[in-house]
């Protein structure tokens, strides 16, 4: 340890005066004091440490770091140590103990909202790639895991506690099991914070995962009628009408809605033309998706009024720094919430007195409208280019891209769009349709009769 000689006398003065070896770290006894040394570094940090034998093994303690640690504190420290060393204990030992019971004071202190605010910022906020997951994460938090769990201390949850919010869930087996998936991520990153031992994931715990019914959920022609009377009166913001347009009116995903920027149109086109990694399919064929416009959908773009700087179809909210400098906009991340007040104002999602939905499961979602999309085209005979329209083919005609080769899907687009809208607007009316297809079934009756 390179012991030195010459003693040393517990003061300032004679401990400033000590002075780095470029050989390495040096230990000074310290005059009068039993072990007591004082320790300099190759670096010149000075610090005083007690060096003793506990159980006949050589030690080594630090007191503290000199001069944030007096020589009088030292003295004091140096007597309290020997002191434990006497009764028995190791004051390593105490101090690790002391440490590890100052980390658990910290994590009982800790409660899940804790978490969920710093799982938000480090673990989901940031991410380029996966940001509407994120949103549909931060959905999730915010309206089950924090009401259920939130003022819960973090190292107090267990199975139970899980079992218990999933189970309130059963309704809902969809959302139960993306909220099992996003506690599970949860409570795995509070073991690599060090907020809960490791290995004492409580969501692994919990096994069962609710049955899913593959859903099949459509707007009839009577509910998109009365979709329509809504977004012609709705006082919802005119960009978040015109997402739910993007979703019914071309089959686009709620991710590609949030992301959708205004250099990706090509009005004059009929086109939306999505970069490979702002949707689905993109990260594994790399290749972009064509969404194609309907002209009724060309005219409502045109005619929006855009947001001064945003890049943005639909803007996030705008952002400040904390001197109140404007930060670049970024995609929404709410789209679910308004849509929620939409079909609600239109009464596709009636509630009971308490305010809870009648039949939740039966609620038309985001996913929908894009499925109301597919049916229709199907419907109408186009099954063939429905997979197109979605962006589900892997091999599209992206692929080798010709006007030729798009014609058809604009076709498509066209027919499928112009139905639809032709309903939303009311110039199509479904029941009058209904009734005609009665009158010429039962005239197709009597001819025949």
């Known amino acids: 340890m390179g012991d030195q000689e010459n003693v040393l006398h517990l003061n300032k003065t004679g401990i400033r005066g000590l002075e780095a070896n470029p050989k390495g770290t040096r230990f000074y006894p310290v005059a009068g004091f039993k072990g007591l040394c004082v320790q300099v570094t190759k670096a010149g940090v000075k610090s005083f440490v007690l060096r003793y034998r506990f159980h006949g093994v050589q030690r080594i303690c630090t007191l503290g770091v000199f001069p944030a640690m007096t020589p009088e504190a030292a003295e004091r420290a140096h007597a309290a140590t020997w002191n434990l060393i006497n009764a028995g204990t190791d004051p390593n030992q105490a101090k690790a103990d002391a440490k590890e019971a100052a980390k658990d004071a910290r994590r009982a202190a800790v409660k899940v909202n804790d978490l969920a605010d710093r799982f938000i910022a480090e673990h989901i906020q940031g991410k380029e790639r996966g940001r509407m997951q994120g949103a549909e994460a931060i959905r999730l938090i915010n309206q089950h895991v924090r ?179 404007p930060l670049p906009w970024e995609p929404i991340v709410g789209l679910q919430s308004p849509w929620e007040r939409i079909r609600e104002a239109a009464g596709l999602a009636p509630k009971d007195k308490e305010g809870d939905y009648i039949n939740e499961e039966e609620n038309p979602t985001w996913h929908d409208l894009r499925r109301t999309f597919a049916s229709v085209g199907a419907d109408l005979g186009l099954k063939g280019f429905v997979g197109e329209l979605l962006g589900h083919a892997e091999a599209t005609v992206t692929d080798i891209y010709t006007r030729s080769a798009a014609e058809p899907l604009h076709e498509a687009a066209e027919k499928i769009g112009t139905r639809i809208d032709g309903i939303l607007s009311g110039a199509i009316d479904p029941e009058k349709e209904a009734q005609e297809r009665r009158e010429a079934k039962e005239a197709k009756t009597k001819g025949t009769a």
């Open 147 to 325: 009401p259920a769990l939130g003022e819960l201390p973090l190292a107090k949850v267990g199975p139970a506690d899980i079992s218990a919010l999933l189970y309130k869930m059963r309704g809902t087996p969809v959302q139960a099991n993306r909220t099992r998936g996003v506690l599970r991520t949860m409570f795995g990153r509070a073991e690599e914070w060090e907020l809960r031992p490791l290995g004492s994931n409580p969501v692994v715990v919990v096994k069962v995962r609710a049955p899913e019914r593959k859903r099949d959920r459509r707007l009839t022609d009577l509910e998109l009628k009365t979709l329509g009377a809504e977004l012609g009166k709705s006082k919802e913001a005119p960009d978040l009408l015109m997402a739910v347009r993007l979703a019914l009116l071309a089959g686009m995903r709620k991710g590609e809605v949030a992301e959708l920027r205004w250099s990706w149109l090509d009005l004059e086109a009929g086109e939306i033309r999505i970069p490979a990694e702002f949707h689905k399919t993109g990260h594994k064929s790399g290749k972009i998706r064509v969404v194609y416009l309907c002209d009724a959908l060309v005219a409502r773009l045109k005619a929006a009024v855009r947001t001064l700087g945003c890049p943005y179809v639909v803007p996030g909210k705008p952002r400040k720094d904390a001197e109140g400098k």
